[in-house]
């Protein structure tokens, strides 16, 4: 298992060391296409679990270098994004309390339908707008294989890519459009997390004040 992964990560290094040379000599010689290189780098934690958007930059990039180029600028990274999350999330789900999950009957249920499919789930969740996170912590938690994994995803979020940079190129999406459209897929996940945050803390003030009536009434 450690020879895998130093393996695997040699290869994000290697290709985090290209893409950074690659970008000093685009900075100096091509400026006008170092606008790839910020892709490159933001493709990557777009694509795991750090929850940034990477719509709005393929369709920005697409407008600009269109769709052929800025697809084929985002595919290793998406790649790196791949490696990254089986090496930083499968100790997660095998060194820690979050092990219990799959103990749990609902976790039991969906993996069950997950497993009947995998590959095929993966892509769908790659190439269609539904929420990949889940299908993500499926495939690590399962442990199925991560060049399956990565095959999947890959060819799921090609065509995604294209098809978002095409529509950059061909409606000329204004840049406040697209900044707008940004910036409303970050605070949404922001507001329904802080909702629910204000949800469990008027549950537990609610429980508190129960606990605390019910010991008054039973002293009385």
């Not at 000093?24 to 790839?36: A, E, T």
């Not at 270098?65 to 999330?89: H, M």
């Not at 990949?132 to 995604?160: D, E, T």
Request: charged share 15%; net charge positive; proline share 7%.
């Amino acid at each position: 298992m450690n020879l895998r992964f130093s393996v695997k990560w040699n290869f994000v290094i290697l290709s985090l060391l290209v893409a950074t040379l690659t970008g000093v000599v685009v900075y100096y010689f091509f400026p006008d296409y170092i606008g790839l290189v910020s892709l490159f780098f933001y493709i990557i934690p777009s694509n795991s679990f750090i929850p940034f958007p990477h719509e709005p930059a393929i369709i920005y990039y697409g407008k600009m270098f269109g769709p052929t180029v800025t697809t084929l600028t985002a595919i290793v990274p998406t790649l790196i994004a791949c490696i990254i999350d089986y090496a930083v999330l499968t100790p997660v789900f095998t060194r820690t309390r979050l092990r219990g999950m799959k103990e749990t009957g609902i976790y039991k249920k969906l993996i069950f339908y997950y497993g009947k499919a995998p590959f095929f789930t993966n892509f769908f969740a790659a190439l269609s707008p539904v929420p990949f996170s889940p299908i993500r912590i499926l495939s690590v938690s399962s442990a199925y294989p991560l060049w399956k994994y990565s095959c999947s995803v890959v060819l799921g979020r090609i065509p995604r890519y294209y098809v978002l940079a095409l529509s950059g190129t061909l409606l000329n999406i204004p840049n406040w459009v697209i900044l707008i459209f940004f910036l409303s897929l970050i605070s949404m996940p922001l507001y329904q997390r802080l909702k629910r945050g204000r949800r469990t803390k008027y549950l537990s003030e609610s429980d508190s004040m129960a606990t605390r009536n019910s010991i008054q009434v039973n002293e009385e």
